[in-house]
């Protein structure tokens, strides 16, 4: 059956910046002739104090890419204080607190003084230039004004999602070796604090931090260590309001931001200056067809990537109204989204299919209690959406008036690489359409052969570099090289399978390696059963992911019992695992299910089988394969059982 299409409308066409699909292709022609000269004018949006003298380098086998070399910019100057002069008095960042009517406007000028006062603060703390700085806070505008604060100086952010444990804080802080960590007393989260300041102070017991500087959200009190710890909104009044800015090379870093990859230490992702800041102000003007007066509201978290290009850096780097969200799509209720959106008149929302398909769950209601008027562009990311959410989102959310992006990309990417765009692209519910002008995806068979033409599947991959591009994972470039570049040569290679159907439309099917996508967070299966086996209860642990109603994809996990838990019932461990993995990750990583196993299907050579797992966890007892060749085929048929009387719901 042919798939649906849903064709842009006029009345968005009418006024965007890409206003018919022939324009993206006349565009995306033009990208691809002379790649060059398009990212040389595309850099043009930013403020260069020196221009570069040459777009790009790239040499994908050494897994090295740079692009416009030798100019001189900085991120901070770019977001803040070019807007001065036009925009100073219009808001720069829009902050929504967790309990509802809460709202707070910070212009630019507010922004910049603000950012200046942190900005000196860091000085007086030590912080130089290329130092990297820990960024653990809530979504408060301190998170903000501390992550261009740093650019400011020169300074590499590394931003820890607030959800995180002690234990994962503090691997991230000694990878990236910080001495100054941001916090907050408490965060704010559905109307429940978070004992972040706590949590910092675990994580960083006799670690090399000097400098703990912590906001006050709430009234509580924290204990803070004399010497090392102290109150932002002390230190703050103290400074001067305004910082001269360092120039900073093209290719000198900007921050650091870890994600799971395939094997068990996530990986800090550098991202340098120019060219991932020019990437998130294109990708943020063309994707969401940003103009002068929007209210851009992406619900992400600064902990993410998301937060990171589509909060902070792309919308204020083209002098946008930003939104920053610090409740969650159910506080205190499902119309909560809806309520913000007619409060501040939001024109553009960007969330992930997972809180969407929470959202559905409550039908219509909530959604139609609030008029939604203002909206014109709708944003996904994260994952795969489903097309019956994808046709929700328009129908009920958008109200079939709005234009709906589903956008693909990764932490390593920067920036989108392939969704629609609102006036240009007719949209198939469920795929992310085409690749934006300046992006060339590749599908390889499992060989490496490239799948030409349309009406192939297979792993998704980029035949050249785009100035977004993550270049290196700090300390280790080795790994890098390895993880995305060692696999296709010539390629650079997503993790992520995909189908190009027979109109040439992109379907992202999912990751092809060993890691989960759960409720949009990313998550390792070797993080999570290191997390297992941490425990005494735990000798070995097989994780995998299965489908999820809510979450997209949900963890089960497979766990051979140790010694410590001889005469402990099956429901003690399971709790006791749980626990384990919220303590060393966080509780994004909970296992939804934990089979307690005898053993695991292992080839002779003892690698585990993972498929086999997995079609377990699915249910899909048929289609086991071969088995015969394991070590010891009948554990399979005890899993089996084991998983038919677990009982685990369906669906
Ligand atoms: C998945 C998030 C399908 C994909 C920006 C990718 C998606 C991983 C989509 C990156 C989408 C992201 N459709 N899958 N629109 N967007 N993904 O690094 O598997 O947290 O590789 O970046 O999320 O996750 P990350």
Known sequence: MADRI?????????VSHVSSFAQYERLYQAALTDPAQFW????????????????TSQNFAKAEVAWFLGGKLNASFNCVDRHLA???????????????????????????????????????????????????????????YAMLACARIGAVHSVVFAGFSAQSLRDRIVDADCRVVLTANEG??????????????????????????????????????????????????????????????????????????????????????????VYAAYTHELVFDW??????????????????????????????????????????????????????????FYTAPTALRALLRFGD???????????????????????????????????????????????????????????????????ATFPLPGVQPVLVDEQGKELLGNGVSGNLCLASSWPGQAR????????????????????????????RDEDGYYWITGRVDDVLNVAGHRLGTAEIESALVSHAYCAEAAVVGFPHELKGQGIYAYVIAGKSADGVSTADIVAALKQAVRKVISPIATPDR????????????????????????????????????????????????GHQAAKWPTG
């Open 6 to 14: 849903v064709a842009p409308k006029s009345d968005i066409a009418r």
């Open 40 to 55: 040389s004018e595309c850099a043009q949006r930013v403020t260069w104090f020196h221009p570069f003298d040459c777009v």
């Open 86 to 144: 036009t925009r100073g008095d219009q808001t720069a960042v829009l902050w929504v607190g967790d309990e509802p009517g809460t709202y707070r406007h910070i212009s630019y000028r507010e922004l910049h003084e603000q950012v200046c006062r942190l900005a000196n603060v860091l000085r007086a703390y030590g912080v130089n230039k290329g130092d990297r700085v820990c960024i653990y806070l809530p979504m408060i505008p301190d998170a903000v």
């Open 188 to 277: 704010m989260r559905g109307g429940k604090t978070i004992p972040l300041k706590q949590t910092v102070d675990e994580a960083i017991a006799n670690l090399p931090v000097h400098t703990v500087l912590v906001s006050q959200r709430t009234e509580a009190m924290v204990p803070m260590r004399v010497g090392r710890d102290r109150w932002l909104a002390d230190e703050m009044p103290k400074q001067r309001a305004y910082c001269p800015v360092e120039w900073m090379d093209s290719e000198d870093a900007l921050f650091v931001l870890y994600t799971s990859g395939s094997t068990g230490k996530p990986k800090g992702q550098l991202h340098t200056t120019g060219g991932y800041l």
């Open 291 to 348: 103009r002068p007066g929007d209210i851009h509201f992406c619900a992400a978290d600064v902990g993410w990537v998301t937060g990171h290009s589509y909060i902070v850096y792309g919308p204020l780097c083209n002098g946008a109204t930003t939104v920053l969200f610090e409740s969650t799509p159910l506080y205190p209720d499902a119309s909560r989204y809806w309520q913000v959106i007619d409060d501040i008149q939001a024109t553009i």
């Open 365 to 431: 209601e909530p959604v139609k209690k609030y008029q939604r008027t203002s909206l014109r562009v709708l944003g996904s990311v994260g994952e795969p959406i489903n097309p019956e959410v994808w046709q929700w989102y328009h129908d009920v959310v958008g109200d079939k008036r709005c234009a709906v992006v589903d956008t693909w990309w990764q932490t390593e990417t920067g920036g989108i690489l392939i969704s629609a765009l609102p006036g240009a692209t007719p949209c198939k519910p469920g795929s």
């Open 472 to 499: 290196t994972i700090l300390n280790d470039h080795a790994r890098f090289q390895q993880t995305y570049f060692a696999m296709y040569p010539g390629l650079y290679f997503t993790g992520d399978g995909c189908r």
């Open 594 to 641: 934990i089979q307690v196993v005898a053993g695991l299907p292992k080839t002779r050579s003892g690698k585990i089988m993972r498929r086999i797992l997995r079609k377990i966890a699915e249910g899909n007892y048929g289609e086991l394969g071969d088995i015969t060749t394991l070590a010891e085929p009948a554990v399979v048929e005890q899993i089996v059982q």
